[in-house]
């Protein structure tokens, strides 16, 4: 029966198809393939020299014939271009100074911080670049001797062309590392327990090879340069530099110990004597990034310095030195020239199943082979790792008398090439998912076979190819670890379900949502498996002579610890967070709340004490609150309030005269200018101010580069262009996203120019023909249109099913850090607008006010602030404390600290228009955010808003899914909202009828937008 099935529809399909090109395809519907057909033309015509290029790579992959769409080679397809890879003996030092052309900032130096002669100071924007006359034509390495000069904190991005080409996708990237390093020595606190110095940055000049930032290649990259006259030019990504030279040269890959041991002895050199140097962890010298700081372990009785209750930082490193490419370099001396050992006392006990590697290099030089990634295998205790030869032998390291560096850096090791597999493989995976949605949709009918396997040529091969890859992968990866396991699961599952899809086609439909999910899965297992954590107690340099202690603790040491622990829980308050006691004893401190989370108290403590409370004087009583909103109440009607309150919205507090105003202030007016209007709006009423901004958030457009360059659509730009796009996608069973709710209704008013209040927030415009206009369009979005209602958008984006959405621009940080597998294909531009009569693009956005969640380190989707209470009794205290709170240098410190402690995911969403820019963002997304920024407007605090929101929800549903009528349902919502705002008002002894407002308060109302207009009609 069903093999009947399938020839009927293979025939109706060869007719359908003949009829079809008979006439042109006039008056049928065009069948999916045929549409990929027409998209597959018109890229290819596009880009067809592109396409040429890189048609040999293609052929040999499946899954590359499923899309029109090429990404740029990578650096192992560029390499395969050369028969053979020739690296002449040369090297070629090119002065900075020389440049040839150039849209950067520079400025050129002499004597620099120590370097001798010229150097040239590039900004962060532009390009730069030099000319080479090369003898010999061949493959170089390219180093950049450089200085980095204080900047945002932001990681030193270049990419770099070679006569005029960016010869493979990599060289987007590149990055010169900051050094960085402890502020001061360790302190304690008045009880004892170690004080985490802060982070800074330690500029020195390094010289830095162009390697890979991800990993994957663990020697230096290679560029082809040809006989004569070439160009170097690099293009700013961010941040400003300073070059003193760049330099053609072979880098030399280590060798194996063997060869080094034979030229040791050849060379006469002899084991040292009588040697031995203990290196503390925490006393690196410089780290890469500031997350590789001091920890305290309190577990191990061995660890330097030990103490069973307090804190102690006696290690380095953890979860804080995770990201390949980080390294922590330490400087010793050695008395004697002479052979050593070198032993490191690490801990990995974050990723069971696996090991984690790192890279040695003394003095800057990895000195042997067996050196260039050590293994640290999964374990809850200390062991002792040394470089040693396959034997099992110690490899010793040839060290002259005097000072010498030793650098620790996080690598892949072995499982690099099998990372970077996976990563391709993830890519394609989504590829082929996104394919067969174009026909399928998100939610098949199970009960329909679709034929996939013919009108998607080519599937059945690239998901036993994609199959094939993954099952390599786990066999490797199962042979690196020499360990079966939970670890490979992932792998192994989802290869016998591509095979499972492969071999019964028919069944795809009823299994693409498991494969949706393993696809999530093993971006996951990636991410998870990218990270190389190792916690570092001690190195040991000693003479060969020298016996090395044991790194775990005997059985008595073990029972001492614990008995000793067990007696001080008796005696220790380990919940106290203790002061320096600078101040000594005071009589009155500042009391202030913080409703985030644990870690941005411990930062922000940090920050009062070292920075605050030494500047005024005025000690500070911080407490962690959850639930701000919620607690402030009882604590008012209590008496037992705080002084200031931390990531608070409530302006419910305000009306009840339980907030002070800040305009009472004299300054207040210099310190507003420190933020945009717009954050003022949510804090707002009439004349009075009742907080300072500390972070705000706002939408942003997200857009996949990738998917829109197959389909060959453009980023759209205005709501039209939406409208335009939108068809295109649900063609090919994409969506747009655009979550359905108050924020997206105001965003459309906004950008017509209409609030969505009249004067003093007194009723609503919903009722005006324009708002009524407006809601009808944002319904039609969902009922004509059929966008989706909810959905998942950071995984949506990923996969592709919806290319393009509008999101708060937190979500740029979650794509950055869990998405490695789409760099360079996404981007994030402003959101689209209304096209005005002028011909200007109005993209005004709305953000209202809300409180920080408890423990949140994403970019809010509103605007928080800083709150005095009215019954303090210090409020020029706390005046001065949130002018020291707000101000650009504090939050950007603090920013840049939690992004530290927390990784790249913690970006934080300062309402500091200045502190913004020293965030460490890249120039083109800081341009993108600044101009959005401009154009957000503030929602204001309203009487009676939690009625507003509930109401318009049953509104939206009203008439999306019970298909009330529009008009009608506005009307008898909108009487409703206005009764609850009149009731409130009336309670609070305001205004109820908009009639008997006053000129000046409504004058005052509009003198707070920057972007709307009064509905004088409407009114």
Do not use: C
Request: charged share 25%; glycine share 6%.
């Amino acid at each position: 029966m069903w093999e009947n099935g399938n020839r009927k529809t293979a025939i109706l399909t060869t007719v359908l198809l003949a009829s079809a090109l008979i006439i042109g395809l006039i008056g049928l519907p065009q069948l999916a393939w045929a549409q990929d057909a027409v998209v597959t033309e018109q890229t290819a015509a596009n880009d067809e020299n592109a396409l040429l290029e890189n048609e040999a790579a293609d052929a040999a992959s499946a899954t590359a014939q499923l899309t029109a769409y090429r990404r740029a080679i990578s650096y192992p397809e560029y390499l395969d271009q050369f028969p053979e890879i020739v690296r002449p003996d040369k090297e070629i030092i090119l002065s900075a100074v020389n440049i040839v052309d150039t849209t950067a900032d520079i400025k050129i130096l002499h004597d620099y911080e120590g370097m001798p002669g010229l150097s040239v100071q590039i900004g962060e924007r532009g390009y730069v670049e030099w000319q080479v006359e090369v003898e010999e034509a061949g493959f170089y390495n390219l180093e950049v001797l450089y200085y980095p000069v204080l900047g945002r904190s932001a990681a030193i991005q270049r990419a770099v062309e070679i006569n005029g080409t960016r010869p493979f996708s990599e060289a987007s990237y590149l990055v010169l590392p900051r050094t960085w390093g402890d502020e001061g020595p360790i302190e304690s606190d008045i009880y004892g327990n170690h004080l985490r110095p802060r982070q800074v940055e330690k500029p020195v000049w390094r010289a830095q090879a162009l390697t890979d930032p991800s990993g994957y290649e663990s020697l230096p990259f290679l560029f082809y340069f040809q006989q004569g006259t070439n160009t170097i030019r690099l293009d700013a990504v961010s941040e400003s530099v300073v070059i003193h030279s760049l330099r053609l040269y072979q880098h030399e890959a280590p060798r194996p110990y063997a060869e080094v041991r034979a030229e040791y002895d050849r060379l006469g050199y002899q084991p040292a004597t009588d040697v031995f140097k203990k290196i503390q962890g925490e006393e690196a010298l410089y780290r890469s990034s500031p997350t590789i700081m001091p920890q305290h372990d309190m577990g191990d009785p061995t660890l330097e310095p030990y103490h069973p209750a307090e804190i102690r930082l006696n290690s380095i490193g953890g979860t804080g030195w995770k990201t390949v490419g980080d390294w922590a370099t330490w400087e010793f001396e050695v008395p004697e020239t002479g052979l050593y050992k070198i032993v490191i006392k690490g801990k990995q006990d974050q990723r069971r199943g696996i090991y984690t590697s790192r890279r040695m290099l003394i003095d800057g030089k990895v000195p042997f082979l067996e050196a260039n990634a050590l293994r640290f295998p999964f374990d809850n205790r200390y062991n002792n790792v040394t470089p040693t030869t396959a034997d099992g032998d110690t490899a010793l390291v040839y060290l002259e008398a005097g000072k010498h560096t030793l650098t620790l850096e996080a690598v892949l090791g072995d499982s690099a090439e099998i990372l970077r597999r996976t990563e391709n493989a993830i890519y394609d995976l989504n590829t082929i998912y996104r394919r067969i949605i174009m026909i399928t949709s998100g939610q098949p009918d199970p009960l329909r076979s679709y034929e996939l396997d013919k009108r998607i040529p080519g599937l059945i091969d690239a998901l036993r190819e994609q199959a094939e890859v993954l099952s390599e992968i786990a066999n490797e990866f199962e042979e690196y670890t020499g360990q079966k396991g939970g670890h490979i699961a992932v792998l192994t599952s989802f290869a016998r379900l591509l095979n499972d899809m492969a071999n019964r086609p028919y069944a795809i439909p009823s299994l693409i949502g498991e494969y949706r999910d393993n696809v999530g899965a093993l971006g996951t297992w990636m991410n998870q498996t990218m990270e190389q954590p190792v916690q570092i107690d001690y190195i040991i340099v000693a003479s060969p002579d020298k016996e090395i202690p044991k790194a775990q603790p005997t059985t008595i040491q073990t029972i001492g610890h614990e008995i000793k622990a067990f007696l001080s829980s008796f005696t220790y308050d380990y919940t106290r967070v203790g002061d320096r006691g600078e101040l000594g004893d005071v009589d009155e401190v500042l009391r202030v709340w913080i409703g985030s989370g644990r870690d941005q108290a411990q930062v922000l403590k940090q920050m009062i004490e070292d920075s605050f409370t030494p500047a005024t004087g005025i000690p500070v009583d911080l407490e962690l609150i959850q639930s701000m909103d919620s607690l402030l109440i009882p604590s008012i009607i209590a008496g037992t309030h705080p002084d200031v309150a931390l990531g608070a919205s409530n302006m419910d507090l305000a009306f009840r005269k339980a907030l002070a105003d800040l305009t009472q202030f004299d300054d207040f007016e210099e310190i507003a200018q420190r933020f945009m209007k717009s954050a003022f709006v949510p804090f707002r009423f009439r004349d009075k101010v009742f907080a300072l901004p500390e972070v705000q958030g706002f939408p942003m457009m997200f857009y996949r580069k990738d998917v829109l360059a197959e389909m060959g659509l453009e980023v759209p730009q205005t709501w039209d262009d939406v409208y335009a796009i939108i068809p295109e996608l649900q063609k090919e069973n994409m969506d747009f996203g655009l979550r359905p709710n108050m924020s997206t209704y105001q965003m459309f008013l906004y950008q017509q120019g209409v609030p969505l209040f009249k004067e003093d927030v007194i009723m609503t415009n919903l009722d005006s023909e324009i708002a009524v206009q407006t809601f009808k369009e944002l319904t039609n979005l969902y009922t004509l249109h059929n966008m989706l209602l909810d959905y998942n958008e950071a995984n949506r984006f990923r996969t592709g099913e919806m290319p393009i959405l509008i999101a708060n621009y937190g979500l740029y940080n979650t794509l950055a850090v869990f998405a490695p597998e789409l760099r360079g294909e996404w981007g994030m531009t402003m959101v689209p607008g209304t096209l005005m009569e002028d011909g200007t693009i109005n993209r005004t956005v709305p953000v209202a006010g809300t409180a920080v969640a408890p423990g949140a380190v994403a970019v809010p989707a509103g605007t928080s602030g800083a709150v005095i209470l009215e019954g303090s009794t210090k409020k020029d205290w706390a005046w001065e404390f949130l002018k020291w709170w707000t101000s650009a240098e504090v939050q950007a410190r603090f920013g840049r600290e939690m992004e530290s402690l927390m990784g790249a995911a913690a970006r934080y969403a300062t309402a500091n228009v200045e502190a913004l820019t020293m965030l460490p963002w890249n120039v083109e997304d800081r341009d993108v955010l600044l101009e959005q920024w401009s154009w957000v407007e503030g929602v204001p605090a309203v009487l009676g808003g939690y009625y507003v929101n509930r109401q318009f929800d049953w509104l939206f549903r009203a008439v999306v899914i019970n298909n009330e009528p529009l008009r009608e349902s506005i009307l008898e919502y909108d009487r409703a909202i206005n009764e609850e705002i009149a009731r409130k008002r009336d309670e609070f002894g305001l205004e109820v009828d908009y009639n008997n407002l006053s000129q000046e308060l409504k004058d005052l109302y509009w003198s707070h937008y920057t972007h709307l207009y009064r509905l004088e009609d409407e009114q």
